[in-house]
């Protein structure tokens, strides 16, 4: 399967721990995105990558998120000192460039702060 | 600001007819209108897109229509098959590649 793959695909935390998400895109898409998703909700823009350069990070994104993407290729997102009000759906999308609305997503990785 | 919006949650059609998902949205700026499609436990897939400088586009079952000078634009299905049901979401690309996306509508195809 070459498609973006998302680990874990399930998470339940305690407040006020640290959580790590993995995505690994399509190989050869140079662009990566983050989103998170919310019951009846569209999924909302949190950060870009144009290979390992991060582009835009929107106003969603507290100091306690950060992202990253080493060597252009897979791509972590940290939550620091998780709230309740982080638990989401956060998924990951790549693109190529040429191509750029079309984002190829994974299943997400379901996120639950207790 | 809610840039894209869909104000239709959900939509009930009958098998084999005509299916339309309507979508509105404020920024000029935007290049490109897409539709996603989006199973339980899925992630959304890319099922269409529009650039701004065209009209119409289709593929197979689906045409999306847009009209600029509302800022509105549809998807069409038809005809309309059970595999159909799940949430779909229109969005829009900003010039900056940023994709936002409408909260979505249920689309349920009724035997």
């Known amino acids: 399967d070459t498609g973006v793959s998302q680990d874990p695909r399930h998470k339940i935390t305690k407040r006020g721990q640290n959580v790590t998400f993995r995505c690994d895109p399509i190989s050869e898409h140079n662009r990566l995105y983050w989103y998170r998703q919310t019951l009846g909700q569209g999924p909302e823009f949190l950060t870009y990558f144009q290979n390992e350069a991060q582009l835009e990070k929107s106003r969603l994104l507290s100091d306690r998120f950060s992202a990253e993407r080493p060597k252009g290729s897979f791509s972590t997102l940290e939550i620091q000192r998780t709230e309740q009000g982080d638990s989401a759906m956060y998924l990951c999308?790549?693109?190529?460039?040429?191509?750029?609305?079309?984002?190829?997503f994974g299943s997400g990785t379901q996120l639950s702060v207790l | 600001d809610q840039q894209v919006k869909q104000n239709s949650p959900s939509l009930s059609v009958q098998e084999g007819r005509i299916s339309i998902l309507n979508c509105d949205y404020t920024n000029s700026m935007f290049d490109y209108f897409l539709w996603y499609k989006k199973y339980p436990a899925e992630g959304p897939t890319f099922l269409i897109s529009i650039s701004s400088i065209k009209d119409k586009n289709e593929d197979g079952r689906f045409t999306v229509f847009l009209n600029k000078s509302a800022k509105h634009l549809s998807l069409h299905i038809v005809p309309s098959q059970p595999g159909d049901s799940a949430v779909y979401f229109c969005a829009a690309r900003n010039r900056d590649d940023k994709i936002i996306f409408g909260k979505g509508t249920r689309l349920h195809i009724l035997p």
């Open positions: 999308a790549s693109s190529l460039d040429v191509e750029g609305e079309k984002l190829f």
